[in-house]
């Protein structure tokens, strides 16, 4: 089991645990399937184009200058979307 915790400002943390996450040490996530997961989550939350525009920005994190420009990206409506 693994646990998960968070603080975000100005908002009371959480810890989430996780019995199985479907991949494990031994066997991880293809690069394919772990953008597939993202997207499928990540998807009805912040819309099938912006998630796509995340995970291209993820992906070439170590060219970012201004963490910010993820940051913006990763702001959700609060709402979830039908996918």
Known sequence: MRSLA?????????????????SISIRPLSQASL????????GPVVGPTKAKRILATVGRLDEVTDVSELTQLLRGTGKQRRA
């Open 6 to 22: 968070s603080e975000p400002r100005g908002a009371r943390g959480f810890t989430s645990f996780v019995v199985n996450s479907g």
């Open 35 to 42: 953008e597939r997961k993202f997207l499928n989550f990540a």
